[in-house]
């Protein structure tokens, strides 16, 4: 009895009130978003306030059952529970229902469960587990590799599953990863690559190969100062691309300059490795392999886009990019979402008084939408709440797991903050049309009990954990 009262006094109360004050405006704006006057009751059962208000019962008994369980088991059983997440990832494929054009969720009853969303907390805890073993560094590629591995195997499970949303929230762990020491290059190349994704839809794709050519020239021009060998690179290049274009014009009547600029930059490549070889230089190399990746990504995005994605993915990312406009398709959820929070002003329209809300003109708004509801019954000052307890949230988590006697602790709190930050950046940035609509929930606040009980077992693990934090695991 004593140590069960010990227990509950180290527990962080500053976390678990930020916790139940977002699970209850969660919950009201839930009620909000698909109130109707037939329907009036918060407690009726067969709406989905209703049954959300059974998700938020359910999830505290699963949070005070997790507070209970000796803390030396998540570390324990890391491992188990991740087989099982990924047995449950492998099942769903084969024997879920279709649903929206996903294999995604187990039926019981009148109840769907997302394995997706338990994956996320499970490949937090075996990825804590592997990091903090004994001798592991992240400097050592076999490690990183495995590392790796735990992270992305169940997020190409996910994809298999045609949910691409929720497979690009295992990206989060990267951010753990640079944490506990992955080389900051890793996350420099993950945003150099997203950028050129973007500027290769933007942009003629021959202008995107000269400015990395142009790149690599200027890193190479930092690194050696050997201005004699940049002129003659550049010159190889020009004479290798004249004259693959002359053959391509006069002997195949193909006037196809891009596809004559690609073959050069390969042909000067092996020139260049050449001159790597010979002379030994070791960043040479490196910046090679950087100019030739980079451009063959981008001609594979330009092909992948044109040649593989169907017409309403292309149609949906050129609206997310400003290409196109397409109000009353691709383009509606994004408008309605806009006009619904920019409706609200500074102070809101008040609590079930939202016009775009009452009127279902935001589709999916109690769930991949429901800061809408905020954004126009609360207004400015309503979002910069609720935005404000997020923030408070993630800092919270960051501050107690950097307080952590446990490298497994530590590691686990910086996943639950890494994949909060990510929902809430992703979620928002989709409402305002800064970020492509995949399907990502808003943690605590979106309807669905898969999304709410797995977000309370992630934080309430590292609850647990900060709770026994002067013992080592």
């Given at each position: 009895m004593e140590r069960r009262v010990n227990l509950i006094a180290r527990l962080d109360f500053t976390t678990i009130v930020l916790y139940l004050a977002l699970v209850l405006l969660g919950w009201l704006n839930i009620y909000a978003a698909v109130y109707n006057d037939e329907h009036q009751s918060i407690f009726d059962f067969t709406q989905r306030y209703g049954k959300q208000m059974i998700w938020i019962v359910a999830a505290v008994f699963i949070a005070i059952t997790i507070i209970f369980v000796d803390s030396k088991a998540f570390s324990a059983f890391a491992y188990i529970i991740y087989g099982v997440a990924i047995v449950a990832l492998i099942f769903v494929m084969g024997f879920a229902r279709e649903i929206q054009g996903a294999r995604s969720w187990f039926e019981i009853g009148g109840f769907r469960i997302q394995p997706a969303e338990f994956a996320k907390f499970a490949t937090a805890l075996a990825l804590s587990k592997f990091l903090s073993g004994y001798n592991v560094h992240l400097s050592n590629n076999r490690t990183f590799a495995y590392a790796l591995?735990?992270?992305?195997?169940?997020?190409?499970?996910?994809?298999?599953?045609?949910?691409?949303?929720?497979?690009?929230?295992?990206?989060?762990?990267?951010?753990?990863?640079?944490?506990?020491?992955?080389?900051?290059?890793?996350?420099?190349?993950?945003?150099?690559f997203v950028a050129l994704f973007v500027v290769s839809l933007l942009v003629q794709l021959w202008a995107v190969m000269l400015v990395i050519s142009l790149l690599s020239i200027g890193l190479f021009a930092i690194y050696s100062r050997k201005w004699n060998w940049i002129a003659g690179s550049v010159a190889i290049a020009l004479i290798f691309w004249g004259i693959i274009q002359l053959v391509l014009v006069y002997f195949y009547q193909i006037n196809k300059p891009l596809l004559a600029l690609v073959l050069a930059f390969f042909l000067s490549g092996v020139v260049y490795l050449y001159w790597i070889y010979r002379f030994k230089i070791a960043y040479a190399m490196l910046i090679l392999i950087f100019q030739m990746s980079s451009i063959v990504f981008v001609y594979a995005v330009d092909y992948a886009f044109f040649n593989i994605l169907e017409q309403h993915q292309q149609t949906r990312i050129n609206v997310l990019l400003g290409i196109e406009e397409d109000a009353m398709g691709a383009g509606y959820n994004i408008r309605q979402s806009l006009i619904a929070i920019g409706s609200g002003?500074?102070?809101?329209?008040?609590?079930?008084?939202?016009?775009?809300?009452?009127?279902?003109?935001?589709?999916?708004?109690?769930?991949?939408?429901?800061?809408?509801?905020?954004?126009?019954?609360?207004?400015?000052?309503?979002?910069?709440?609720?935005?404000?307890?997020?923030?408070?949230?993630?800092?919270?988590?960051?501050?107690l797991a950097e307080n952590q006697k446990s490298a497994f602790s530590r590691i686990f709190g910086y996943s639950v903050a890494a994949i909060i930050f990510f929902h809430l950046t992703i979620n928002i940035g989709m409402t305002i049309g800064l970020a492509p609509v995949i399907g990502i929930p808003l943690p605590f606040f979106s309807y669905g009990g898969s999304s709410l009980w797995a977000f309370t077992i992630l934080l309430f693990i590292f609850i647990r954990l900060d709770a026994s934090r002067w013992e080592l695991l």
């Open positions: 591995a735990i992270i992305f195997i169940p997020a190409l499970l996910v994809v298999l599953q045609n949910d691409t949303g929720s497979a690009l929230v295992f990206l989060a762990f990267m951010l753990v990863m640079y944490r506990e020491g992955m080389h900051g290059i890793w996350l420099f190349l993950g945003f150099w002003g500074v102070y809101g329209k008040g609590f079930l008084q939202g016009t775009q809300t009452k009127y279902n003109f935001v589709p999916e708004q109690s769930t991949d939408f429901i800061f809408c509801t905020v954004g126009e019954e609360w207004g400015f000052l309503g979002s910069i709440t609720v935005l404000g307890l997020f923030l408070f949230l993630i800092l919270r988590i960051i501050y």
